[in-house]
């Protein structure tokens, strides 16, 4: 068993979707509004940057909010086609949510708006010469989501030190 230190922020989006999962058996927010459930409706999207050096793995990430509606916090998810090491030093809001993912809260996603950047430098098990990275919404409160294109991108990071946009 891995013992993974995160911080309280972290904590909070992470126990909220557990629950949301055990005490409704629907899974995430967004696989909610696909089920046609009731809610506030927003279009969550995600951009930002990868770049690969080694076995060190920069993403920095922005959520933002089209509307119609304002989500109180959201939860994005990263995924990686590489293991990460045992331990990490994480931004605040983030947890290690198994040996390839990642999880962060948004904060405010205010109507139109930006919730915080979120800036990572995860490290690798190993070196590798390239890493998938995916990003979807994991939680969002049970909100509508009528567009995933611009909320789960699939980024493949070459470990040339360049940068690759989404």
């Excluded at 409706?41 to 933002?64: F, K, M, N, Q, T």
């Excluded at 979120?118 to 939680?139: M, N």
Aim: aromatic residues 4%; hydrophobic residues 45%; charged residues 20%.
């Amino acid at each position: 068993m891995e013992v993974v230190a995160v911080r309280r922020g972290a904590v909070r989006s992470v126990v909220m979707a557990g629950l949301l999962v055990l005490l409704g058996g629907l899974g995430s927010g967004v696989g909610n509004a696909r089920a046609g459930a009731a809610g506030p409706e927003a279009d969550v999207a995600y951009h930002g940057r990868v770049a690969l050096d080694g076995s060190r793995l920069r993403i920095l990430l922005v959520p933002e909010n089209e509307g119609p509606s304002a989500l109180p916090n959201a939860t994005v998810r990263l995924r990686l086609s590489a293991d990460l090491a045992n331990r990490q030093e994480l931004a605040e809001g983030c947890a290690r949510a198994g040996l390839r993912e990642v999880v962060c809260e948004t904060g405010e996603l205010p109507l139109h708006g930006r919730g915080r950047h979120i800036g990572l430098v995860l490290r690798l098990k190993e070196p590798a010469a390239e890493v998938v990275v995916r990003v979807d919404t994991w939680w969002n409160g049970g909100a509508t989501d009528r567009n995933h294109a611009n909320n789960e991108h699939v980024v493949l990071a070459l470990d040339t030190g360049d940068t690759y946009a989404f």
